[in-house]
Nanobody, 123 residues
């Protein structure tokens, strides 16, 4: 059974940083694509970033390019999202996702989702 557990969310001021973690189990971590999504109240869900663990290729939404960095530690079965220069528009619940298909194929239709972690950026 695939399990994804996010951590690292919290409250931060504008311009601050946070690092989210996603601990994964139940699948061959190095063979999967993994993504970060976010959803704010009243807004559509947005794919923030994606990483193909087998070659570390990455993808980002335009809204976070240059500020967020996704990475994976295949030895620890953990994915990270380093978020810098945060602003109130980044406030949302952030979800970790995983799928056996590559980022460019799965797009938004990831098979497995974590429970989410709240990120709040104050102005």
């Amino acid at each position: 059974e695939v399990q994804l557990v996010e951590s690292g969310g919290g409250l931060v001021q504008t311009g601050g940083s946070l690092r989210l973690s996603c601990a994964a189990s139940g699948f061959r971590f190095g063979d999967y694509a993994m993504g970060w999504f976010r959803q704010a109240p009243g807004k559509e869900r947005e794919r923030v970033s994606c990483i193909n663990n087998y070659d570390a290729s990455t993808y980002y939404a335009d809204s976070v390019k240059g500020r967020f960095t996704v990475s994976s530690d295949n030895a620890k079965n953990t994915m990270y999202l380093q978020m810098n220069n945060l602003n109130p528009e980044d406030t949302a619940v952030y979800y970790c996702t995983a799928d056996q298909y590559p980022c460019m194929v799965v797009v938004d239709n990831f098979a497995s989702w974590g429970q989410g972690t709240q990120v709040t950026v104050s102005s």
